[in-house]
């Protein structure tokens, strides 16, 4: 007699289970097909049932492993849920797909470009040498004295008076920066187009004069300068919507990190003092061939060495706190909430790309000293090659400071090596050119003409009131220090214009960090910012595209 067992029309393993004593054979609780018997009612298929011990269930390769975690609720299709207990999916917000992209902020090696932060730190070296032994030849030549207080007493530039006024311009400068940047975050559309208007009103205001005094040569020229920036402006004008919600995100971000701002003035206090230590060392190596009568070609030497050395800091020093700051930003954009931003980019910026950061300002210092070399080719009569040199660099150098912004972005953001994230770049550059440019003029003409006019403010102000303060019958002391009032007031518009211009630089770096991380990827933003993807998207839809790598 042939026994038949019938199979089940599912596998064991999706069935719903009950404990049943071992060794009795579980009767299915499903209800059967149509065809097959019914256990206890059909006495057909109760005769040809198998009625031998229990069979143990087929054995198969496959063995289930114990859930990583207990799903939310019951689904209503048990059996997938079964079947996908040997291979888990994520976590609710896990990435199933791996981008081909580097994880932000978590860099492949601990330290990038390691030769160019070993070089860096040997030319310090040499650097501090130079500068002990320059200092030493000024000090022993008599040109720093101490303990004179008959001149400092007499020194117009040292009174107390001086020094307030120079400390109200920056006072006065630091004011207006936080102003303006409150002004460019609330009218972003009014300002922008308020600050073209205004520049040409200017152009075209004073070609009007010089026509009026028939001074011709001068009003063709301002006639000109209108005319152009006129085209400008209308060449912007579809772009100035976009940079306007650029602008408005990168002040709304900066006002609540006020940790750039203060690392920014003190990037800006360190430049102070390189410019003034640069000052005293080229002092120190004249003083020291003029006494001495030495070779010609060794003080030229010595001069491009510390001229070299001096570029190469001032550019390190400029892209720590331009690192820093992009990171901050590109925080906010990837990772919105996060706390301390800027402490963790300063110390990735001072660690993991100081060698990255080194090895741009190499180049940049390179650059900058061949331009100085061909300033001493022309003061010694060579002026047509050196004027044709000079040009060539003088785009070069213009290319390096549109390019390496950018380049420090990609650096802040991925913590890349210099050459891969310059490639990158290149690519941005080639896809997105024309965006980036304007974009970049019509920022810096905003910021440009801010920092103007604070600082004319600054030095208008200023000027009132060290007059004020000289005292002496109906002006006497005004009109015996007249010029040195006017050196004053023109060292005081400088200080607000490099103030103004350190906040305006904070936005900059926003602006082209915001604009990289949108262009390598749009989709980030959707889900931290989403307010802020929908209004770009509505003012600039080309932007969130996407790069084409």
């Not at 075209?204 to 026509?211: E, I, K, T, V």
Request: charged fraction near 15%.
């Amino acid at each position: 007699m042939v026994e038949y067992y019938h199979l089940p029309d599912k596998p064991h393993y999706l069935q719903q289970q009950h404990p049943v004593p071992y060794g009795v054979h579980p009767q299915p609780t499903y209800q059967p097909h149509h065809l097959q018997g019914r256990w206890g009612h059909d006495q057909v298929a109760q005769q040809y049932a198998y009625s031998g011990p229990p069979l143990l269930p087929p054995q198969t390769s496959w063995t289930p492993n114990p859930p990583v975690h207990s799903l939310p609720q019951q689904s209503s299709y048990p059996e997938y849920e079964l079947a996908s207990i040997g291979h888990q999916s994520p976590p609710y917000g896990a990435a199933i797909l791996e981008s081909k992209k580097p994880e932000k902020f978590k860099p492949a090696r601990k330290y990038n470009d390691l030769w160019a932060m070993f070089a860096f730190l040997i030319q310090m070296t040499g650097f501090i040498a130079l500068s002990a032994f320059a200092v030493n030849n000024i000090i022993k030549a008599g040109i720093i004295k101490s303990g004179d207080k008959d001149i400092i007493e007499k020194d117009f530039f040292l009174s107390t008076n001086v020094m307030m006024t120079f400390a109200l311009g920056i006072g006065i400068s630091v004011v207006y920066s936080y102003l303006y940047l409150l002004l460019t975050h609330l009218f972003p559309l009014w300002s922008m187009p308020a600050t073209y208007w205004f520049i040409m009103f200017v152009f075209f205001g004073s070609a009007g004069f010089y026509l009026y005094s028939k001074i011709w040569v001068t009003a063709a020229l301002f006639l000109f300068l209108g005319v152009l920036f006129t085209k400008t402006y209308l060449n912007a004008r579809e772009r100035i919507k976009s940079s306007a919600v650029l602008l408005k995100e990168v002040t709304a971000i900066a006002r609540h990190s006020p940790a750039v701002f203060f690392l920014s003035f003190i990037g800006l206090f360190l430049q102070i003092l390189c410019n003034i230590h640069i000052l005293i060392v080229i002092t120190g190596l004249r003083q020291m061939f003029s006494a001495k009568g030495s070779s010609e070609p060794l003080h030229i030497c010595l001069h491009i060495v510390a001229y070299f050395s001096f570029y190469w800091l001032s550019q390190v020093l400029t892209n720590i706190v331009h690192v820093t700051i992009s990171g901050v930003f590109a925080t906010h954009y990837f990772k919105s909430g996060s706390e301390s931003p800027t402490r963790a980019s300063l110390k990735r910026a001072c660690t993991t790309s100081f060698g990255t950061i080194c090895f741009g300002g190499l180049i940049y210092a390179i650059i900058q000293t061949i331009k100085k070399i061909l300033d001493f080719l022309r003061g010694d009569g060579n002026h047509c090659l050196a004027c044709i040199f000079e040009a060539c660099f003088y785009v070069i150098n213009d290319a390096l400071e549109f390019i390496t912004p950018l380049v420090y972005c990609e650096v802040a953001i991925y913590g890349k090596p210099f050459v891969p994230a310059a490639k990158d770049v290149f690519r941005i550059v080639k896809d997105r050119g024309l965006d980036l440019v304007l974009n970049d003029i019509i920022i810096s003409t905003v910021w440009g003409i801010g920092a103007f006019f604070g600082a004319f403010v600054a030095a208008v102000g200023c000027q009132y009131y060290l007059m004020m303060t000289m005292g002496g019958e109906n002006g006497a002391n005004v009109k015996d220090h007249a010029l040195e009032v006017w050196i004053v007031t023109g060292l005081t518009f400088f200080l607000g214009m490099q103030v103004i211009f350190t906040a305006g630089a904070i936005i900059q770096s926003g602006v082209a960090t915001i604009f990289v991380a949108l262009v390598e990827d749009p989709d980030a933003l959707t889900k931290t910012k989403p307010e802020f993807f929908a209004r770009i998207q509505a003012a600039y839809p080309d932007i969130v595209q996407g790069v084409h790598h």
